[in-house]
């Protein structure tokens, strides 16, 4: 069993949808979570960290559930330019970082 | 701001050579990292430095090196390529390990032919 698990999609919405993807992992120890984006051939960049209060910016919303080891990413009225690989990151043994294979999006006019 | 910066961006590399890939961050963070990414598969740590003077295997270190030379460049050195190793390889540095938000650099893809 993969340590952090995705489904790669992709994921195809028309643009103003509202799209959810969840992350399990299998760590119960884990403390720290994340979302990563990362857009075609670049860099990951920093999306949002997830808190077990849940935490919103803007249009994202992030959940984390630890009873269930899984985590959310919810986009509301999706953008064009939101089109990217979304990475479902947490922290393993040692304070490094775990990453998922991640889930694509792909918005349509 | 510059951030992380990774050299080269690009390289070919016949099957036996060998090459070091370049990483700098000006941040003044003292955890740097190398990973790569394949098709298909998340990032996997190849190794890391905790601190300066110190580094460390991560999950896929066969066939690398590497040095932190001071604390602002860690590199990542190939002794004798393979086509296996063909990816595109990550620079990423984070404040220190346990505060885990990192920085990645642009990234270096690399063919092994």
């Known amino acids: 069993r993969k340590e952090v698990e995705q489904d790669p999609g992709p994921f195809n919405v028309p643009e103003g949808a509202t799209v959810a993807f969840n992350c399990t992992y299998s760590?119960?120890?884990?403390?720290?979570f994340f979302w990563y984006r990362q857009d075609c051939r670049k860099e990951p960049k920093l999306l949002m960290s997830?808190?077990?209060s849940g935490n919103e910016d803007g249009r994202f919303t992030a959940q984390l559930n630890r009873a269930s080891q899984y985590i959310s990413l919810l986009i509301r009225d999706s953008k064009l330019s939101d089109s990217a690989t979304y990475l479902c990151v947490v922290s393993g043994m040692g304070g490094k970082l775990i990453f998922g294979q991640g889930t694509t999006l792909q918005v349509k006019p | 701001n510059a951030g992380v910066t990774q050299t080269p961006k690009f390289q070919v590399l016949k099957t036996g050579q060998s090459m070091t890939l370049q990483c700098a961050q000006d941040m003044n963070h003292n955890s740097m990292y190398w990973y790569r990414q394949d098709p298909g598969m998340g990032l996997r740590l190849i190794y890391y430095?905790?601190?300066?003077?110190?580094?460390d295997k991560g999950e896929v270190p066969n066939g690398y090196n590497v040095s932190r030379l001071n604390k602002r460049e860690f590199s990542l050195r190939l002794e004798s390529a393979a086509p296996s190793q063909t990816s595109v390889y990550f620079c990423a540095s984070s404040e220190i390990l346990a505060k885990n938000i990192q920085y990645f650099g642009a990234g270096t893809r690399l063919s092994v032919l």
């Open positions: 760590n119960s120890a884990s403390q720290s």
């Open positions: 430095s905790a601190s300066e003077g110190t580094t």
């Open positions: 997830v808190y077990s």
